[in-house]
């Protein structure tokens, strides 16, 4: 059955994750289309979005956009004022969950599990150490794991070099590394899908492990005790609802399930923009509880609101 809704996709942007967001934009302006969405159109994000979405007037906007700009409330605020309903979450949601010490108090209080940090800026978290090793660094407000490094033991002073994706952010955030596995978890409105096992090629899931072609192996259900799939998938519908979160969300975690190892399993942050390629992780989520990447994007454009 045809639709004639305009819908608009938001893909490319201005962020450090363009490419990424160009491939998710594609993809889920394929799967509109063959779900029976006759008036597609695919719109790589500039400046001028304000402009050009009064000009092509969408009765609804698929945001594929990633990372700043697109991920952390600015769009959806354009959006809000022209009143054009929109996926995923909105303005405060996706606020907070970018700016992860915020996220990460708004996680403290309600009550779920963190790795100890401190926020700092990318010149002192250069120059010595302020917690011990071994400990992950990252900017506060980047997603996709760009500029993401984990100090070890032995490593004197941070760094092997500052990155840019730093410099950029300026602030930092330093958490104690968890060992173990890394898991991630779906969420549509209130519901978890599944319990996923990302395996990466690369020493740690980072930028080339989750988008390089071979750079990770994904395992859904993931192979853990039934007891930690069922805590995961509860702690990720809390984040998503202590958020305020709406659509879907993705809760990355790690569980320390190391010989000797504390067996605890800590939330990470949670993507309010989920990578959307047929092959990323919500979409396998949902094809393995039967649900075909066009019914999870037609799912999407349904749940589409400007309310908030």
Known sequence: M???????????GLSTEREVSLNSGAACARALRNAGFDRVTELDVGADVALRLAELKPDVVFNALHGRFGEDGCVQGIL???????????VRASAIAMDKPA???VFAAAGLPLAEGVETTAGEAAERHLMPPPYVVKP???GSSVGVHIVR??????????TESWEAAKAVLLERFIPGR????AVMHDRALAVTEILPATEFYDYEAKYAAGGSRHVVPAAIPDAVTEKAKALAVAAHRALGCRGVSRS????DDTPGGTGELIILEVNTQPGMTATSLVPEQAA????????????MVEDASCDR
């Open 2 to 12: 045809s639709d004639a809704r305009h819908i608009v996709v938001l893909k490319g």
């Open 80 to 90: 809000e004022l022209m009143r054009i309903p929109y996926t995923h979450s909105g």
């Open 103 to 105: 996220a990460k108090v």
């Open 140 to 142: 506060t407000n980047e």
């Open 153 to 162: 033991p032995g490593d004197n002073r941070y760094p092997r070099g500052l």
């Open 182 to 185: 890394e898991l991630t978890v």
């Open 252 to 255: 990355d975690f790690r569980y």
């Open 288 to 299: 393995h509880l039967g649900m075909s990447f066009e019914a999870l994007v037609t799912w």
